[in-house]
């Protein structure tokens, strides 16, 4: 992550749960990794609006079937490490 700091405002309720949800890396880390992971997300969908206007929605079925595949492919990787 960039190095520079700076200071920046939120609605008190929000800042004092993430305080209080910090832990020891403190509350600067804890909201810097959220923030990190709302980009993830946020270019995540901006690729899934990409590939759908490109390819067409994504059906639900199609998303279950992905999730069955990972699940899947998650237990064989259990097992074959329990077997090492």
Do not use: C
């Amino acid at each position: 992550m960039s190095e520079a700091t700076g200071k920046y405002s939120m609605p008190r309720d929000i800042a004092e749960a993430a305080r209080a949800r910090s832990g020891p890396s403190g509350f600067s880390a804890y909201v810097a990794a959220a923030v990190a992971r709302q980009i993830e997300r946020d270019n995540l969908n901006e690729l899934i609006a990409v590939a759908e206007a490109e390819h067409g929605l994504v059906t639900d079925e199609e998303i279950q079937q992905k999730r069955d595949e990972l699940t899947r492919l998650r237990r064989e990787q259990a097992t074959g490490a329990d077997s090492v």
